[in-house]
């Protein structure tokens, strides 16, 4: 039990808001909770809201020494944090809304305790960022790669470009935001996680989700082209439905949360 009290403490974890059915909120890569400060009032509203933030984020206390770049080399591990985190939160048949790794993660974590979620909402998602011949992911290898030695020799160049990227550049604010929650998060763990993310593959999970999925796509997403969302939709075993919202960019709740928040209202109402 000191155990599961200390992840809940590491991972800055807390409820909020008021209902029946608790909806958890997963951020991505370079992010922390605050990446859905714009749609938490409206969700606290009718739900009760379960927010956290990953080990690698730049809000958790000591996260550089915390992150184990062994340990977290693979969504497994990030995968049973959420489910302890859950199990402590005595939580049970919830929805859960995660945003770009955080997806598949959520994914893994259904595939190990189906009976976790009553459905998946995977925001900006992907099982695999590399293009082969009959697959489009987005990027070749060798953008990967350059990407990693900018990474690791302008860490903060990098952060400030790879923001204005990520984020609809007509909202500037936005942009501040997780450029700032980037260079939090620092080159020794930035670095490695991004290694993670962007060269995993798993493809092969999705014919095991069988909980119900929403896959949030954005119109035009430099990371996440719409063929991927398609990809998804087909292989995933249970229900699945694809909802494009009108936005550029890798972050939805942040550039367009009115339209974001109108589909989760009508999903959970469906």
């Known amino acids: 039990m000191v155990i599961l009290h200390t992840l809940s403490t590491k991972m800055n974890a807390t409820i909020v808001g008021s ?6 909120l997963a951020h991505g890569y370079g992010g922390d909770q605050s990446v859905w400060d714009k749609i938490l009032p409206k969700l606290c509203e009718c739900y009760q809201i379960l927010l956290f933030d990953w080990s690698f984020s730049g809000s958790v206390k000591d996260h550089q ?3 184990d ?3 977290y080399s693979s969504y497994e591990a990030f ?6 985190l859950v199990d402590e939160m005595k939580l049970d048949s919830s929805i859960f809304v995660g945003h770009s790794m955080s997806g598949i993660i959520g994914c893994i974590a259904s595939i190990k305790r189906p009976h976790l979620f009553k459905r998946l909402i995977l925001v900006a998602s992907s099982p695999r960022f590399i293009n082969l011949d009959d697959y489009e992911g987005g990027f070749e290898i060798g953008e990967m790669e350059e990407m990693f030695k900018n ?11 790879f923001a204005r990227i990520a984020v609809d550049p007509s909202d500037p604010p936005s942009v ?3 450029e700032k929650s980037l260079k939090r998060m620092g080159v020794e763990v930035g670095l490695p996680l991004a290694k993670n993310v962007f060269m995993i593959d798993y493809r092969g999970i999705l014919d095991k989700v069988i909980t119900p999925c929403t896959i949030i796509q954005c119109k035009t997403d ?6 991927v969302a398609t990809f998804m939709h087909n292989n995933i075993k249970g229900e699945s439905t694809v909802e494009i919202i009108n936005t550029r960019g890798h972050f939805p709740q942040l550039t367009a949360h009115e339209e974001f928040l109108d589909v989760i209202h009508r999903v959970l109402a469906s």
């Open 19 to 24: 209902g029946k059915e608790t909806i958890i």
């Open 151 to 161: 990474i690791e020799e302008k860490y903060e160049i990098w952060s400030s470009n």
């Open 79 to 84: 995968a049973d944090d959420l489910i302890g």
């Open 69 to 71: 770049t062994e340990k």
């Open 176 to 178: 501040e935001k997780f």
């Open 65 to 67: 020494s915390l992150f």
């Open 222 to 227: 430099f990371a996440v082209p719409n063929s």
